[in-house]
T-cell receptor, first 113, second 115 residues
Framework: DQQVKQNSPSLSVQEGRISILNCDYTNSMFDYFLWYKKYPAEGPTFLISISSIKDKNEDGRFTVFLNKSAKHLSLHIVPSQPGDSAVYFCAARAIQGAQKLVFGQGTRLTINP | NAGVMQNPRHLVRRRGQEARLRCSPMKGHSHVYWYRQLPEEGLKFMVYLQKENIIDESGMPKERFSAEFPKEGPSILRIQQVVRGDSAAYFC?????????????FGEGSRLTVL
């Protein structure tokens, strides 16, 4: 039962362009969404989050959009930089069971010079 | 200002042996979480602990797996009688307070290989 899905295993973007990573979820009890970034042989690091009462949150080059009716969120990175090459995980937290995050499978982003 | 420290980084065990993974949370953090990542999958929640208490173990397999976070010392994830399917990366995370904002600080992981 995959409650959080990232349907694109990989994405390749040219440096300077916009990267858009997508995430879909099925559980309407999720109230908080997060994106984590992971380099090889390292642990995930928190990138940006959004509460279910908002539809957009921006932090520098990173913007997360939430479409509750479609149960869809996306992460926009603009402009993309080579250092952004990593695996990106979407995660969600339910109101009940708030102590655990449900992660998607991840999308490997490669930024080409 | 050390982050979350996990050891060992790599552990090789034969089927039937025991694996012990240790996690020292960030300084001042009293909430510890363990996640497991199987190859080509996302992280799966296993257990949430506070000092001397298991708060939520809904993601732990019913048998062979146990976790503790004693008053003194690191949190320990123990896997008894390991099988090949236990091969995975095990990540520990900590937080200062309960997971209200959702931001967890992860360690670099312990990679268990079962031969």
């Amino acid at each position: 039962d995959q409650q959080v899905k990232q349907n694109s295993p990989s994405l390749s973007v040219q440096e300077g362009r916009i990267s858009i990573l997508n995430c879909d979820y099925t559980n309407s009890m999720f109230d908080y969404f997060l994106w984590y970034k992971k380099y090889p042989a390292e642990g995930p690091t928190f990138l940006i989050s959004i509460s279910s009462i908002k539809d957009k949150n921006e932090d520098g080059r990173f913007t997360v959009f939430l479409n509750k009716s479609a149960k869809h969120l996306s992460l926009h990175i603009v402009p993309s930089q080579p250092g952004d090459s990593a695996v990106y995980f979407c995660a969600a937290r339910a109101i009940q069971g708030a102590q655990k995050l449900v992660f998607g499978q991840g999308t490997r982003l490669t930024i080409n010079p | 200002n050390a982050g979350v420290m996990q050891n060992p980084r790599h552990l090789v065990r034969r089927r039937g042996q025991e694996a012990r993974l240790r996690c020292s949370p960030m300084k001042g953090h009293s909430h510890v979480y363990w996640y497991r990542q199987l190859p080509e999958e996302g992280l799966k929640f296993m257990v949430y602990l506070q000092k001397e208490n298991i708060i939520d173990e809904s993601g732990m397999p019913k048998e062979r797996f146990s976790a503790e976070f004693p008053k003194e010392g690191p949190s320990i994830l123990r896997i008894q009688q390991v099988v090949r399917g236990d091969s995975a990366a095990y990540f520990c995370a900590s937080s200062l307070v309960s997971l209200n904002t959702g931001e967890l600080f992860f360690g670099e992981g312990s990679r268990l290989t079962v031969l």
